[in-house]
């Protein structure tokens, strides 16, 4: 039957993929955007595919799922840059003598559909958000080796400081509030609770890190998003929460939520 579909030249269906197939823009993709007028146009930021070396990919898709309820229209970016390097997730082990790139890796989660951090501007885009994983410590930034004398990607860094100049609203979730510590000094943000509370919070001491380096940390629950309304900077604990996946999903679309709420579109 599926066969049959695409050996139709007058299916519906083969129509649409060959349209999408011959350069249809990103903005065409129901995955990456709504077909709604006049809605935000938000990117976002990957750091490559897998919760220890890259993007946490249930954070990722859990954004992407919002944003396509709030009606937004999505383009997913990526650095062209190698990763600190590869982890064996079966293990949670380093792989030896093995490297991969963070853009070809963010493709996975973009479904292809992935650019260069590089070409990245705020006057493209109505609000920018980093989705966690330990590649934004380790790729987007030296945060897992320096802490809080951590060096941020240059290009994550123009970024954050492009649509933080332009009032643009600005959402990290899990470890990414750390980039928004150590670009824009004096911004609150939350990676949850403070204190380890058994386990519950396994990183809790960043809190610590967040104040050395100028940032204001707030503790909220994992289902809460903080928003800080003077500097447009929406974070969420997320992964930095040992808890059920539900509670991870609610707490990203209270992000979400205020992120949109905050383009006024």
Request: aromatic fraction near 6%.
């Amino acid at each position: 039957m599926w066969a049959a579909k695409f050996a139709n030249p007058r299916s519906p269906l083969l129509s649409s993929v060959l349209v999408l197939s011959k350069g249809a823009p990103p903005s065409s993709s129901p995955f990456h955007s709504s077909a709604h007028r006049h809605r935000a146009k938000v990117a976002v930021v990957l750091s490559g595919c897998g919760v220890y070396d890259g993007t946490e990919i249930h954070e990722a898709s859990a954004i992407m799922v919002h944003l396509s309820r709030g009606g937004a229209n999505v383009d997913m970016y990526a650095p062209n840059i190698s990763q600190m390097h590869v982890v064996d997730h079966s293990k949670g082990q380093p792989a030896d003598r093995e490297s991969r790139n963070v853009l070809t890796e963010s493709a996975r989660i973009a479904r292809g559909k992935i650019t260069d951090l590089a070409r990245l501007t705020a006057r493209d885009y109505d609000a920018v958000v980093f989705p966690g994983g330990f590649g934004a410590a380790k790729n987007l930034s030296t945060f897992s080796v320096d802490g809080k004398d951590c060096k941020v990607n240059k290009d994550v860094e123009r970024v954050l400081k492009d649509f933080h100049k332009s009032g643009k609203p600005i959402g990290l979730c899990c470890i990414s509030p750390v980039l928004a510590a150590k670009v824009l000094p004096g911004t609150e943000v939350t990676i949850g609770q403070e204190q380890e509370q058994g386990g519950k919070w396994p990183h809790a001491s960043t809190a610590g890190a967040i104040k050395a380096m100028g940032g204001k940390h707030c503790a909220k629950d994992v289902t809460e998003a903080h928003v800080d309304n003077v500097n447009k900077i929406i974070t969420t604990p997320a992964f930095m929460c040992e808890t059920e996946f539900h509670h991870i999903f609610d707490g990203i679309g209270a992000m979400i939520k205020n992120l949109l709420r905050l383009t006024g579109k």
